[in-house]
């Protein structure tokens, strides 16, 4: 293992958004299996804390490449183009109303119909997002408009987060 490697080629997985799910997570549990501490304990307690850092990177490496937006962003950072999400906050003009129309949505929903129609919207858009974000990067190797996708993708898992933690109250209350 090299501490240089992207996360890409730590797991020896394809630079690409487009992952299997089940080979990444084979991937992890051979990479923690080869760098666990418990492996190096007679070799002293340097070698023990070497695998520790090991251990730390894999499972970072592993956050990044199991979430698509995560894998995303990481992809476009790669080729040279950070999505700098704190410090890049614009958008089109139609995502801005879409977040508008569904804030609107979000305060006007009284019932659970409501709720559940608006959460599979936004679901339905983040999947849009995401084939989107594979679309740009894999085939179209178009990096800067995919960062645009990835900022757009954030926006929605934020909001898809605060429509279910509305059906999570609601579904206490009764």
Known sequence: ???????????????????????????????QREAHPDRFAAQGDAAQRVAMQWSVRINEAYQRLKEPMQRAAYLCELHGAPVNAENNTAM???????????????????????????????????????????Q????????????GQVRALMFIERFSDEVNTRLDAYHDAV
């Open 1 to 31: 293992m090299n501490l240089q490697s992207d996360d890409f080629e730590l797991f020896r997985l394809p630079r690409q958004f487009e992952q299997d799910r089940a080979t990444l997570d084979a991937r992890w549990k051979d990479l």
């Open 92 to 134: 089109p003009p139609a995502f801005l109303m879409q977040q508008m129309e569904w804030r609107e949505a979000l305060d006007d929903a009284r019932n659970l119909p409501a709720l559940e129609a608006l959460a599979d919207e936004v679901q339905q858009a983040r999947r849009t997002t995401l084939q989107r974000c594979g």
């Open 136 to 147: 740009l990067i894999d085939q179209s190797q178009d990096y800067v408009q995919a960062v």
